[in-house]
Structure formats: structure tokens, C-alpha cells
């Protein structure tokens, strides 16, 4: 059971270069979140996807797009890639949009944007 | 704004000590949840508490929510290298999204 599985684990973007962050879960979630951690400030979200078919703004969702592909693939665009980027990102689900249900998480993304 | 404040933002203690950390709020919380996240790893559920006053044990490790619902702590005993790692707490805001604490990164010295 592989849970949440996200794709790259590493890259380094040149700035304004663009790229999709992948996730995809095995576990007939609805809900998926996607996270910035940056040290000292835990994990912000950045979008959610409550259900198949939505998307909603998170904490910090500029210069960032989403896209629910499907009930299983959440993905993550950045159109134009800034230094202030350079963060690990993480990819999670839970069975409801209810804050007191369990995010299981992916293992992240670390990007460097030069 | 609801805040989630963790404390100590760093603890490193030797092997057999107990510790205490903290998650502290302004905000009266439904629930509250415990992650732990080792290095190159996403969190990982611990513990869910949810009415104030609730104490819940995992092994070494004792949860409690206050009782006015607007703090936690989690207590280790005996601490062990494996403990080592970075405890997050996490609430539901008003949007029914998690908001998280900062963290305390806890190192057990062998």
C-alpha cells in the first residue's frame, strides 16, 4: 500500500522557469492539500481540493495553480518559478474535508529555484 | 487568526530523561492532532484529542488537551533515539482546514 506517492523527490528550477508537482493517493480518499514547509513557520497550505471536481485557496496560493485531475492525482503548477519558492513541498489526503480527520502524507518535493 | 504556538522550539536531552512539550492557543480548538516528522519523511498521525481534559497514552508518550480546549501537551518518558524528530500540532480552523504549530525538533542523545 503505497498511500501518498509524490513526484520529483528533488529538483532545481532556474527562476521563471516553469514545472508540475505530481501526487497521486491509493486511498480512496476525497480530500488532497498541498503544503509548503519552510523553516521556523511549519506547514502552510497552499491549496485543497475538498472533493473530486473542486479547488479552493489556501494560506498562501499566489504564484501557484492546482489542478484534481481525477479522485487519486492532485497536481501542483508553478507557471513562473521566484526564489521565494524554494521550499519542500507536501502532497496529503484525508476520507473528508473535516479538519479532525487524519493527513497522510507524502514523503515531498524539495525545490531550489535559482 | 487562529495561532498554534509549539514550545520549546528546540529540545536535545540525553537518553532516559522525560520531556514535556507544548501547543498553546488564543483560540478554543474542536480538536486537536499530534504528527511526528523524521528527516526526508512527511508527518505522521500520533494521536487525536478531542474533549478537553482528554489524556490519551501511546506507549511512552502522553497526550493531554486542556481542559478549556485551547492547549496540548505531549509528555515522553524515558526518551529513546527513536522519539527523535520533529512534533507537530495541528487544529481545524474555522474553514474546517488544519492550521499548524511551528514545531518542536526534539534530539535524543544516545
Given at each position: ?52 471536481g473542486t479547488t479552493d485557496k489556501g494560506e498562501v496560493p499566489n504564484g501557484y495553480n492546482v489542478s484534481r485531475l481525477n479522485k487519486r492525482e492532485f ?40 | ?110
Open positions: 500500500n503505497a498511500g501518498v506517492t509524490q513526484t520529483p523527490k528533488f529538483q532545481v528550477l532556474k527562476t521563471g522557469q516553469s514545472m508540475t508537482l505530481q501526487c497521486a493517493q491509493d486511498m480512496n480518499h476525497n480530500s488532497m492539500y498541498w503544503y509548503r514547509q519552510d523553516p521556523g513557520m511549519g506547514l502552510r497550505l497552499i491549496y485543497y481540493s475538498a472533493s473530486e497536481s501542483l503548477r508553478l507557471e513562473s518559478a521566484a526564489p521565494s519558492q524554494t521550499s519542500v513541498y507536501f502532497c496529503a489526503s484525508s476520507r473528508t474535508g473535516w479538519g479532525n480527520q487524519p493527513q497522510h502524507f507524502g514523503d515531498g518535493t524539495r525545490l531550489s529555484i535559482l | 487568526t487562529q495561532l498554534l504556538e509549539q514550545s520549546p522550539q528546540f529540545l536535545s536531552i540525553q537518553e532516559g530523561e522525560n520531556l514535556t512539550v507544548y501547543c498553546n492557543s488564543s483560540s478554543v480548538f474542536s480538536s486537536l492532532q499530534w504528527y511526528r516528522q523524521e528527516p526526508g519523511e512527511g508527518p505522521v498521525l500520533l494521536v487525536t484529542v478531542v474533549t478537553g481534559g482528554e489524556v490519551k497514552k501511546l506507549k511512552r508518550l502522553t497526550f493531554q488537551f486542556g481542559d478549556a480546549r485551547k492547549d496540548s501537551s505531549l509528555h515522553i518518558t524515558a526518551a529513546q533515539p527513536g522519539d527523535t524528530g520533529l512534533y507537530l500540532c495541528a487544529g481545524p480552523d474555522s474553514n474546517y482546514q488544519l492550521i499548524w504549530g511551528a514545531g518542536t525538533k526534539l534530539i535524543i542523545k544516545p
